[in-house]
């Protein structure tokens, strides 16, 4: 399968920088023959290591992002109505978790801090942040049912059909849902990128884990904003709780770098 783009360069620094740590090394042949230590370490671990992050992952920093908004296939329609809780167990069963709030900044923002994914001028309609907005019905959307947000669930007709399975409410709340979604799939606005991570700002908002532990009853941070409504990689929305949920709310999924299996079938060739 294709390698992720920087992946070498992820593994090559980190080894060439524990190779200097350990020799000491301040001058340049020193770091020559820790680079050239480095190629060798690098073509072994091709060869005996698994990869640093999964195919459907990009290296951010020292961190693995899933490329894509949950469920993290190109095309896929992202999930909502999971809440802050439910989406860290979703991510968990893929030995994966929330992103931190810095994470996901540093992925959208890059390194010269950039307002959006694809530079410092907002271009309407280069993410999905241009539809118009529609009324929703809170009654309506109490009625979801928590256990239709589970684990298991791969795709949002599966969510869909989840939660209208459990009650008259529950399929009101995902007909509700369904009526007021526009998202998009997973990398469909193709210039709604940076280096292979697509779709931060806009689409659904994405839950996010504040790296500074939060509040007692809310641990979150909400980035990126959604399809009715642009904002900047920097803005956070720091209200609300880790059991509220809503209809333009999903998630994406980090990793430590060796973790976070991917255990579906490779794509047809
Ligand atoms: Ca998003």
Known sequence: ???????????????????????????????????????????????????????????????CMDRYEAPNLA??????????????????????????????QRACAGAGGDRYPYGDQHRPGTCNDDATWRTYDQSRLNGWPASASAPAVGSLAELFAAAAAVSTAG??????????????????????????????????????RRRDGGQPQFHGNLKGRYWAEARTCQSSVLVHGDTFRFYEIGFRCCAEPGRGRDERPPPAR
């Open 75 to 104: 095309g896929a329609l992202p999930l909502v109505m999971y809440t802050f809780v439910e989406a860290e167990a979703w991510c968990a069963a893929r030995e994966r978790r929330l992103c931190f709030d810095d994470e996901w």
């Open 171 to 208: 399929a009101t709340a995902a007909s509700h849902v369904e009526a007021l979604y526009q998202g998009t799939g997973g990398g469909a606005r193709a210039g709604c990128v940076r280096d292979g991570v697509f779709d931060l700002v806009g689409n659904v908002e994405e839950w996010t």
């Open 1 to 63: 399968m294709p390698r992720p783009p920087g992946r070498r360069a992820f593994v090559i620094v980190a080894v060439v920088t524990a190779a200097a740590a350990a020799c000491g090394a301040r001058d340049g042949g020193a770091l020559d023959a820790a680079g050239a230590d480095a190629v060798a370490a690098d073509a072994v671990a091709d060869d005996a290591a698994p990869d640093a992050c999964p195919d459907d992952m990009v290296p951010v920093g020292e961190t």
